[in-house]
T-cell receptor, first 113, second 112 residues
Framework: DAGVTQSPTHLIKTRGQHVTLRCSPI?????VSWYQQVLGQGPQFIFQ???????GRGNFPDRFSARQFPNYSSELNVNALLLGDSALYLC????????????FGSGTQLSVL | DAKTTQPNSMESNEEEPVHLPCNHS???????IHWYRQLPSQGPEYVIH???SNVNNRMASLAIAEDRKSSTLILHRATLRDAAVYYC?????????????FGGGTRVLVKP
């Protein structure tokens, strides 16, 4: 079975633009979470979605939004990009969205110039 | 969120054991201790977790102190593929969902 897949793998944007990142969970997994990892730091939780509903939100501004589709894939949207949004964005999936182990994708590397 | 403290980095020789310490003095009675690792250019990968008793799996062993204020991840025979950042994380029983609170982790260097 395929693991968690994310697209694109790399992306370059300029300040003020918006970006959409995509994630496909492992087959059978109904929960998707998003994390931001700035260089040299551990990942930080952004959102969790389960059955198309938001289950949790981290301490990120409203410029960050996400949604989950009926096939359980997910999109992360970031508006009005800032230089500080440059980071690796990681998607993780799990079966039920509870306190089970997470399976992470390899991430999308976003550079904002 | 309960906090964990880990050394920034550790070195090991190939084929030797690696003991990665983690302090979590503010752990509550129902917090699980989870370990993830992140290899270069990859997302984090689950390693092991435990509550009170020591745990073993094919990847590693987890030794938990009797007072639960610290734990140690043990890689029995380090290989070059074990070079990664290892994160010790507390999963709070009262917290819903998939939120993991990562710290800075321990960067493990394995020398041939």
């Amino acid at each position: 079975d395929a693991g968690v897949t994310q697209s694109p793998t790399h992306l370059i944007k300029t300040r003020g633009q918006h970006v959409t990142l995509r994630c496909s969970p492992i087959s059978g997994h109904k929960s998707v979470s998003w994390y931001q990892q700035v260089l040299g730091q551990g990942p930080q939780f952004i959102f969790q979605y389960y059955e198309k509903e938001e289950r949790g939100r981290g301490n990120f501004p409203d410029r960050f939004s996400a949604r989950q589709f009926p096939n359980y894939s997910s999109e992360l949207n970031v508006n009005a990009l800032l230089l500080g949004d440059s980071a690796l964005y990681l998607c993780a999936s799990s079966r039920t969205g509870g306190r089970e182990k997470l399976f992470f994708g390899s991430g999308t590397q976003l550079s904002v110039l | 969120d309960a906090k964990t403290t880990q050394p920034n980095s550790m070195e090991s020789n190939e084929e030797e054991p690696v003991h990665l310490p983690c302090n979590h003095s503010t752990i509550s009675g129902t917090d699980y201790i989870h370990w993830y690792r992140q290899l270069p250019s990859q997302g984090p990968e689950y390693v092991i977790h435990g509550l009170t008793s020591n745990v073993n799996n094919r990847m590693a062993s987890l030794a938990i102190a009797e007072d639960r204020k610290s734990s140690t991840l043990i890689l029995h025979r380090a290989t070059l593929r074990d070079a990664a950042v290892y994160y010790c994380i507390l999963r709070e029983m009262k917290a819903a969902g998939n939120k993991l609170t990562f710290g800075g982790g321990t960067r493990v260097l394995v020398k041939p």
